[in-house]
T-cell receptor, first 114, second 115 residues
Framework: NAGVTQTPKFQVLKTGQSMTLQCAQD?????MSWYRQDPGMGLRLIHY???????DQGEVPNGYNVSRSTTEDFPLRLLSAAPSQTSVYFC?????????????FGPGTRLTVL | LAKTTQPISMDSYEGQEVNITCSHN???????ITWYQQFPSQGPRFIIQ???TKVTNEVASLFIPADRKSSTLSLPRVSLSDTAVYYC????????????????FGTGTRLTVIP
């Protein structure tokens, strides 16, 4: 199993550009989520999905879109990048939304918006 | 989700035992306690989970007193490679289709192991 994979690892954008951060998992997990982590801060939830075709907003959803067409993939789209979106983005998955289910995190994507 | 409070940072010398305490005064009956570890430039990874008393695995021990209002993560004989941020999380054990059990990581405890 590759676990949770994320691409790209690094990305530099100009203000106003759009892009998609890719996330995939091969563990047949129903629950997937996106977090962002800013320097000196914990992880903040952006969007999550409890299964294919179902998505919902987390704590900081503005400026981001998600979709879940398959169990395996959960891409995060930045519609019009802003410097405030400079951050490290982590994708995670787990078998279900049960708190006791272990969350598996990807290696992260470091995004810089100029 | 129960709110947690933990020290912002801790330093320890190599070979020492490190204890990180997390306070969760409003923990509910169905809540479990979970600890994650995050190395620099990596995503968090699960360390240990418990409900009450003591849990031990190959990485750490988790001590939970009878009132469950706090918990202590114990790392035996730390090495430089244990330098990381440690997060304490509390949440309901039951499956939740709405996603209300989303993990709240907070800022964690930054452990620095000194040679």
């Amino acid at each position: 199993n590759a676990g949770v994979t994320q691409t790209p690892k690094f990305q530099v954008l100009k203000t106003g550009q759009s892009m998609t951060l890719q996330c995939a998992q091969d563990m047949n997990h129903e629950y997937m989520s996106w977090y962002r982590q800013d320097p000196g801060m914990g992880l903040r939830l952006i969007h999550y999905s409890v299964g294919a075709g179902i998505t919902d907003q987390g704590e900081v959803p503005n400026g981001y879109n998600v979709s879940r067409s398959t169990t395996e993939d959960f891409p995060l789209r930045l519609l019009s990048a802003a410097p405030s979106q400079t951050s490290v983005y982590f994708c995670a998955s787990s078998y279900s939304t049960g708190f006791t289910d272990t969350q598996y995190f990807g290696p992260g994507t470091r995004l810089t918006v100029l | 989700l129960a709110k947690t409070t933990q020290p912002i940072s801790m330093d320890s010398y190599e070979g020492q035992e490190v204890n990180i305490t997390c306070s969760h005064n409003n923990i509910a009956t169905n809540d479990y306690i979970t600890w994650y570890q995050q190395f620099p430039s990596q995503g968090p990874r699960f360390i240990i989970q418990g409900y009450k008393t003591k849990v031990t695995n190959e990485v750490a021990s988790l001590f939970i007193p009878a009132d469950r209002k706090s918990s202590t993560l114990s790392l035996p004989r730390v090495s430089l490679s244990d330098t990381a941020v440690y997060y304490c999380l509390v949440g309901d054990m039951y499956f939740d289709q709405t996603g209300a059990n989303n993990l709240f990581f907070g800022t964690g405890t930054r452990l620095t192991v000194i040679p």
